[in-house]
């Protein structure tokens, strides 16, 4: 019941958001958790205002997000990923939205 309180006072601020969490849980039944940031699949369809990612995504798209929605998932994203850079970082979320079948507009910006 405790964890509840405490997770519901944390996320109060993003309601129907999907938040990974990590839990620890000690010997004396106490514990630690940690709210990480929604996976950056739902924040690319939220971007791309689709309900699910394509079934054939090398064949049919879904549908299309641009670089700049891409950087602000990737900043976003930063401190969950193992990235250094903000320009990996893109080139992480860019691949987890062509393999959801997005397509990703523009020229590359770097």
Known sequence: MEF?????????????KVLPVVITVYGDKSFDFVVKTPPAAVQLME???????SGEPNRVKAGSVSWD??????ED???????????????????????????VAGKRPF
């Open 4 to 16: 509840c309180k405490q997770f519901n006072a944390r996320t109060q601020d993003k309601p129907g």
């Open 47 to 53: 971007a791309a205002k689709v309900k699910k990612g």
């Open 69 to 74: 929605q891409i950087r602000t998932i990737a």
């Open 77 to 103: 994203k930063m401190v969950d990923l193992n990235a250094f850079t903000t320009e990996s970082a893109m080139m992480m979320v860019a691949g987890t939205a062509r393999s959801m079948g997005l397509k």
